[in-house]
């Protein structure tokens, strides 16, 4: 499916519909002029309006954001361009005010959060908790993550398994615009038997490698003990199903869920649950990606579920789903990769988390501010962030919410100072 191909009210998410047939002069702001002063309103990011409405402000809102105008006035003017004359409303606003996209989402999707889930189970059968289980991990690559401080968003999912429910994961993700399939997205998903690197500046990048042994992963999803039912079984059923999952997904990408600061404790309860397991298991058969893995499986779980805030019952529901991945990881494939060591840090990350450990306590929240006064043991701030970043991949420290971090007590054995 593509984006710009979508005519029918079905092929159109609840928002989308929402703000193109019930809701007058709110939408997306979409800038036509430099000045920022002209421009549409979207119904979403992802389509442009099919109103001949234009606004004009003298004190314009940002682009990209979603508003509500209050407009003053309303004139028609005629134009003219190489396919003849049209004739535009244009419609001088008097103030407009910031929307939430939940707050139109709420209780207006199309399908139930079952529905949903059902759907990404169509080419599996087996044992019923199995399959729901692949279901979710799949449901959560496709809904995404949402940016968290500064770091890139999206999921990364290592699938583990032959290649036939390989070839099933990738029929469900046809539910993915081939617009977000470019690197040029900011919405990017990359769906590949290869592990390969990818160094991109998308607002959230989603990756699902194919048996991955060199590539951080969030998730393993593993296809242990499932048979993949023919295609001839599901595909009339799937097919009237995508354009209402399409919706889904794209509904779900303009949610961004609050993480609470109350939610701090329950968070690092669940990196030392992770961290026990994997610290404890010997080899595994790919690599963890440890960077804000609770919050971005937690934010995506929240976002299938349409909830305004992360909750500490999404918090235990993607432990529980990472901790049966991940044994099931270990017990059916731990013999067919080769993984490499851990947290093999740089010299500028290494040289950071030995000075956060003089500096601060573990486990104890370190504001962002004054980690950034140790900018002067950095030639510049781009080596402090690039090293900030490689200890968050790491897992040796964890964003627990959006003005500071905490630092963890991984393997220190493993790491010396210069």
Known sequence: MTLKNRMYGYSLSSIEKELIFRRKDTGYVRPIHSTGQVFYLDPSPFLKTPKRDLYYATFPPPGGALIQASVDEVRDEIYRDKSGYY??????????????????????????????????????????????????????YAVSSPPIMNEQGGIHAAILGEKRPWNGFQKCMKVIPSEFKRPSSDYFYKISPRDEDYQGKNKEVNLAYLNPDKSAMHIPV????????????????????????????????????????????????????VMND???????????????????????????????????????????????????AKRVVSTQHEVSRLYRLDDNSRKLYLSLLDAFTLESPVPITEIRSLSRLFRNSDDLDKALHNLNLQGLIIITNQNSIRILDFDKKTISSE
């Open 278 to 328: 994997f610290k404890g298991s010997g080899f595994v058969p790919y690599k963890q990606d440890f960077s804000d893995l609770i919050p971005k499986l937690g934010l995506s779980i929240a976002r299938f579920h349409s909830h305004g805030k992360l909750t500490s019952q999404d918090i235990q529901r993607v432990v529980e789903l990472w901790t049966d991945m991940f044994y099931k």
């Open 222 to 273: 593993v296809f242990d003990e499932i048979d993949v039912r023919s295609s001839k079984s599901y595909h009339l059923d799937a097919e009237s199903l995508t354009p209402f999952i399409t919706g889904f997904v794209l509904d779900s990408l303009l949610l961004e869920p609050e993480m609470p600061e109350g939610l701090e404790k329950n968070i690092m309860d669940a990196v030392h649950e």
């Open 87 to 140: 004739r535009l409303t244009v419609k001088t606003i008097e103030n407009w005010k910031f929307i939430e996209p939940k707050a139109i989402h709420r209780n207006k999707s199309e399908l139930a959060p079952e529905e949903v889930l059902h759907f990404f189970t169509m080419p599996f059968s087996g044992e019923e908790d199995n399959v729901n289980q692949i279901a979710l991990c799949s449901l959560l």
